[in-house]
């Protein structure tokens, strides 16, 4: 699959928060979007996604407007993952993961065996089976993370979008996701576009990166291109020698 | 093996209903033993019933319209507050928190000052309960903002306005006739209860617990942010829309028919919980049938306790807020 953004333009009443986007994220290939707090990160997304709708322009599957598809067949082919927050109600694994199915179940329907077939698959692939019947709220951060990322997959979508994976996690685990995640670009031929604010993660894991800099001004190709210091010195207002001392203290 | 506990569970309250229902039409003050129950059951059902036989009009003619009214009642209000506690993500929301008690009460006392007419009475509660919630709904759309946190809000303006409008009206009728009237039907009872009643409630309930209950795996998705559940393919507006007409059906039949009855949809839900779990393709049937006990359970108290019939809306909290704490302090609040 190949998802693409042409010109895409979102103002929320006279104000623009983004104008003339251009991206182009296929299967095989993680995306990571970079950029300041407040810079419209997560509107990018939403806009993408089509939670929100482009004021100009539009989002493209293989050359298709999202507009043409239902919210079903939408979800059958892009998966979301929020942000990592408990549950107001807390529901097993098996339970959570299940929902991921819902594309699939009718209006009145319940799910059925192969809807739990899916969930196991899943589940199995991230080596995390044993945690089919543990309540979701009584898990770790890390683990909570990665249950939903298998939510997303049991859809069977050809594109995930995370919205901060490694939100609240410690280095480990957001070494774990990452790893899980590259893995899943390379193996099974899906598509990533992250939501990050780790430039460590993107320079190693993502092989195209948007920087989002400004209301009209953003920087878009090939990460080893765009993550660099100057680059993010520059869109984060940081001192020309953050990076040194950054440097020093920890490795000198 | 969890599978078999909450199947072990779901029959036996089942049969718990059922038995109860049994036990429920021989209690009374007319004396009616099971032996004459089932006589007058068999010859109901292959011959014809005896004229002017009075046990046969205690059986059928209050007993029993009164005994399915409490199930239905019951069981809609228990399911009804589950689809609301999963429509606004809150465990805490009963079904009237769109204003439907507000407004089916002022209906009720329209009614009786106006007509004092059983059916019209009926009838306005139900209109003003489905017109607080269809305000509600309006006042609280916006596309900008959490839709949740607007139709609470929402929620909380239409019940303030009618609960004055009730005021209002209790303020200005008769003091001797019509107040006490007004107090006494919104306090809640099932003793008037007629067969012709229940076949008027009932296919509305039965159809709006339907609804539910065949929604009931959504409801799942329904507990999650909004943008959650869209992304995994649910449509939310028509959803939330279709859970909050089946309740607000629900709640409003049930003032109509029996007066504001307090604490059966909040606490209901709960029980169920404690007793399969979150999972709402396993609550809503068990919520359905505790709902169902619940209720005739009270109502078999309220008939029995005095020679006076006791308010239902004071017997459900008076009974059920200690045995909802006394559990509650057992689980730690930790349902299941």
């Known amino acids: 699959m190949i998802f693409r953004v042409e010109q895409g333009c979102f103002s929320y009443q006279e104000l623009v928060l983004l104008q003339d986007i251009n991206l182009t994220v296929q299967t095989g290939e993680m995306l990571a979007i970079l950029g300041p707090n407040g810079v419209g990160k997560t509107t990018l997304v939403k806009c993408m996604l089509g939670f929100l709708s482009w004021s100009k322009g539009e989002s493209l599957i293989d050359g298709n407007s999202i507009k043409g598809y239902s919210r079903n067949q939408l979800s059958k082919k892009i998966g979301y993952v929020p942000q990592l927050k408990s549950f107001p109600f807390s529901y097993t694994v098996e339970e959570l993961v299940l929902m991921g199915r819902n594309p699939y179940i009718n209006f009145f329907s319940q799910p059925q065996k192969e809807d739990y077939c899916q969930v196991e698959q899943v589940l199995k692939g991230f080596n995390l089976q044993h945690l089919l019947r543990r309540e979701i709220n009584q898990l770790s951060g890390g683990e909570t993370q990665l249950i939903l990322i298998a939510r997303a997959l049991v859809a069977g979508p050809e594109l995930l979008v995370l919205d901060e994976p490694e939100l609240n996690l410690d280095l480990a685990n957001q070494l774990k996701i990452f790893e899980t995640l590259s893995k899943l670009v390379a193996e099974e031929k899906i598509g990533c576009v992250i939501n990050t604010h780790h430039p460590i993660n993107a320079l190693q894991y993502s092989q195209k990166s948007l920087l989002l800099r400004g209301k009209h001004d953003y920087l878009y190709g090939e990460t080893r291109e765009i993550v660099n210091q100057k680059n993010l010195a520059q869109t984060y207002q940081l001192s020309p020698t953050y990076f040194n001392i950054f440097n020093q203290k920890l490795f000198g | ?336």
């Open chain 2, 1 to 336: 093996m969890n599978k078999w506990r909450h199947k072990g569970y779901y029959w036996l309250l089942v049969l718990s209903l059922i038995l109860l229902a049994l036990i429920s039409l021989t209690i009374g003050k007319y004396e009616l033993p099971f032996r004459d129950v089932i006589r007058l059951v068999r010859s109901a059902l292959f011959s014809q019933l005896p004229e002017d036989d009075i046990s046969a009009f205690v059986l059928f003619s209050i007993r029993l319209p009164r005994i399915i009214m409490a199930i239905l009642i019951g069981s809609g209000l228990a399911v009804a507050g589950v689809g609301m506690q999963a429509v606004f993500k809150n465990p805490l929301v009963s079904p009237r928190v769109l204003g439907v008690s507000a407004g089916a009460s002022f209906g009720v006392s329209l009614g009786i000052l106006l007509f004092n007419d059983p059916i019209l009475i009926q009838l306005l509660a139900f209109g003003g309960g489905m017109v607080a919630v269809l305000l509600t709904y309006l006042l609280g759309q916006s596309n900008r903002s959490n839709t949740v946190i607007m139709l609470v809000l929402a929620g909380i303006i239409v019940s303030a306005v009618f609960t004055s409008l009730l005021s209002l009206l209790q303020y200005n009728v008769d003091v001797d006739t019509e107040l006490p009237s007004i107090i006494y039907w919104l306090m809640g009872s099932l003793s008037g209860i007629k067969m012709d009643d229940v076949k008027m409630a009932s296919f509305p309930i039965i159809l709006a617990i339907l609804l539910l209950f065949l929604l009931r795996w959504k409801l799942n998705l329904l507990t999650l942010s909004d943008e959650e559940a869209e992304s995994l393919g649910l449509n939310v507006k028509l959803e939330r829309g279709l859970v909050i007409i089946a309740a607000t059906v629900i709640s409003a039949i049930s003032v109509s028919m029996c007066g504001t009855i307090g604490w059966v949809g909040l606490i209901t839900p709960h029980l169920g919980r404690m007793l399969v779990g979150t999972n709402h393709q396993r609550l809503v049937p068990v919520a359905i049938i505790i709902g169902g006990i619940y209720l005739l359970l009270i109502d078999n108290i309220a008939r029995l306790l005095t020679s006076a019939e006791i308010p239902l809306s004071i017997l459900t909290a008076l009974i059920g807020a200690p045995v909802f704490a006394l559990l509650l302090k057992k689980t730690g609040g930790n349902w299941r």
